[in-house]
């Protein structure tokens, strides 16, 4: 089968700081916590093939094409059709 495939990442940084200083003595506390979520997209979608018989129909997988000879009682040979070279 042919396919097009697209792929979106979506990429999100969140960052906390908490600081805290104690005039009482010098204490320092910084915390930072980072956290990063990646969230990705997979869209696949087929691709309309021609079954080589002269109709708009479309053939998505090379069974198609040879489904559609047979129905037509026509002789093939799958070497000349892109889609069942792949």
Avoid at 29 to 48: K, N
Wanted: aromatic content about 6%; proline content about 1%; charged content about 10%.
């Amino acid at each position: 089968m042919t396919t097009l495939a697209s792929t979106i990442s979506t990429s999100t940084e969140t960052t906390t700081t908490i600081s805290t200083i104690s005039t009482t003595r010098t204490i320092l506390t910084v915390i930072t916590t980072t956290i990063t979520t990646t969230t990705t997209t997979t869209t696949t979608t087929a691709v309309c093939g021609d079954c080589h018989d002269g109709t708009p129909k479309c053939c998505y997988t090379c069974q198609d094409i040879i489904d559609t000879y047979i129905s037509h009682n026509w002789a093939y040979d799958i070497s000349g059709f892109a889609l069942c070279k792949q």
